[in-house]
């Protein structure tokens, strides 16, 4: 699919929020999957061409303001996948550095009433 006909479409018929295109519409209308109107999409921003979205979907800006809230919902995107990314990285502690494996629960808790100690008794 060329990158340029899916901005020469959206410029078209798609200027503006109010003219806005889902992504099932664009592909339906490309016979393409939504990974690659994803893909494509992300090329053609990263050469800047104004390509927006919202929760109407797609489309070509036809305002500053409307880059402007794309630009707003993309960091709200990048601050949630670092809040993951942090969460998963708090994990990592529970892994075992040797055997990249998950210690059994027994292992990772603090000593026993019983005092055998984490991990002094069978898992």
Not at 65 to 76: N, S
Not at 96 to 112: A, G, K, N, Y
């Amino acid at each position: 699919m060329e990158k340029d006909t899916i901005a020469e479409h959206l410029k078209r018929y798609h200027l503006g929020e109010k003219n806005a295109a889902t992504s099932r519409e664009l592909e339906t209308a490309f016979d393409i999957r939504g990974k690659e109107l994803r893909d494509l999409v992300n090329t053609l921003r990263r050469e800047g061409v104004p390509i927006a979205s919202s929760g109407a979907g797609y489309f070509y800006a036809a305002t500053e303001l409307e880059v402007r809230a794309t630009i707003a919902h993309m960091m709200h995107r990048i601050s949630g996948i670092a809040a993951a990314i942090h969460g998963l990285t708090q994990t990592l502690e529970r892994f075992d550095s040797d055997q990249m494996t998950m210690l059994p629960e027994e292992r990772v808790r603090s000593p026993t009433v019983s005092g055998k100690g984490a991990g002094g008794g069978p898992p």
